[in-house]
T-cell receptor, first 109, second 116 residues
Framework: GQNIDQPTEMTATEGAIVQINCTYQTSGFNGLFWYQQHAGEAPTFLSYNVLDGLEEKGRFSSFLSRSKGYSYLLLKELQMKDSASYLCAVRGGGFKTIFGAGTRLFVKA | GAVVSQHPSWVICKSGTSVKIECRSLDFQATTMFWYRQFPKQSLMLMATSNEGSKATYEQGVEKDKFLINHASLTLSTLTVTSAHPEDSSFYIC????????????FGQGTRLTVV
C-alpha cells in the first residue's frame, strides 16, 4: 500500500527557520514533491526531489533520503505570507501522484 | 511555464443535476490527467486517472458511474458529476504532468462545487 505521513500542524515565528518532515511508503518511486496551498486555492509547486540530497531554491530547501523513505522541507527567514498548508506528494509508477494530508503552518509575529 | 486551465472556478447546482468541469492543458499535450477532490482542511485525494483515448482509471471507492471522465483530446479532460448530492460538495482539482518523467505536475485553478 501507500502511506505518506507529515505533521498536522506547526507554528513558527516570523524570521525563524522551520522544518516540515515527511515519511512515505509507496509502491514505486519517481520523485517527491512539495507544494504550498493557501486556503481555497490550488497547490503551487515548491520543489521536486528524485535523487538523495538537498535541493536549495531561495528560502526553500528540500531534502530526500530514498533509503529511509524520508524528506523534509526547510523554510528559512519565515514571513507571514508563508502561513499555508504544505503538501508532501510522492509520484509512483505511471505519473500517479499521491498526496499526504498536509501540514498547516502558522507563522506568528 | 506550462499552464493548466480549469473551468468553472466555482459552481452552485441543485441536488439531482449534473455538473461538468473542464480541464485544459494550454501549451502542452497531456495524454494523462489526474482528478483530485479536496474536502475542507483535508488533503487532495486522487479520484481517477484520465487517459486520452481510453477509459479512465478510478481509485478504490470512487464511483465511475457518478464521476464520468472523458479525455477526448490531448488537451482536454472533463469530469462530470452526475446526479449531484450535497455530499459531493467539494473542491475538485485537475492536474497534468508535463512531458518527461522528471517534471512537476501542473494544477488547474480548482472548481468549488456546492450542491444545494
Amino acid at each position: 500500500g501507500q502511506n505518506i505521513d507529515q505533521p498536522t500542524e506547526m507554528t513558527a515565528t516570523e524570521g525563524a527557520i522551520v522544518q516540515i518532515n515527511c515519511t512515505y511508503q509507496t509502491s514505486g518511486f519517481n520523485g517527491l514533491f512539495w507544494y504550498q496551498q493557501h486556503a481555497g486555492e490550488a497547490p503551487t509547486f515548491l520543489s521536486y526531489n528524485v535523487l538523495d540530497g538537498l535541493e536549495e531554491k531561495g528560502r526553500f530547501s528540500s531534502f530526500l533520503s530514498r533509503s529511509k523513505g524520508y524528506s523534509y522541507l526547510l523554510l528559512k527567514e519565515l514571513q507571514m505570507k508563508d502561513s499555508a498548508s504544505y503538501l508532501c506528494a510522492v509520484r509512483g509508477g505511471g505519473f500517479k501522484t499521491i498526496f499526504g494530508a498536509g501540514t498547516r503552518l502558522f507563522v506568528k509575529a | 511555464g506550462a499552464v493548466v486551465s480549469q473551468h468553472p472556478s466555482w459552481v452552485i447546482c441543485k441536488s439531482g443535476t449534473s455538473v461538468k468541469i473542464e480541464c485544459r492543458s494550454l501549451d502542452f499535450q497531456a495524454t494523462t490527467m489526474f482528478w483530485y477532490r479536496q474536502f475542507p482542511k483535508q488533503s487532495l485525494m486522487l479520484m481517477a486517472t484520465s487517459n486520452e483515448g481510453s477509459k479512465a482509471t478510478y481509485e478504490q471507492g470512487v464511483e465511475k458511474d457518478k464521476f464520468l471522465i472523458n479525455h477526448a483530446s490531448l488537451t482536454l479532460s472533463t469530469l462530470t458529476v452526475t446526479s449531484a448530492h450535497p455530499e459531493d460538495s467539494s473542491f475538485y482539482i485537475c492536474s497534468a504532468p508535463a512531458t518527461g518523467v522528471n517534471t512537476e505536475a501542473f494544477f488547474g485553478q480548482g472548481t468549488r462545487l456546492t450542491v444545494v
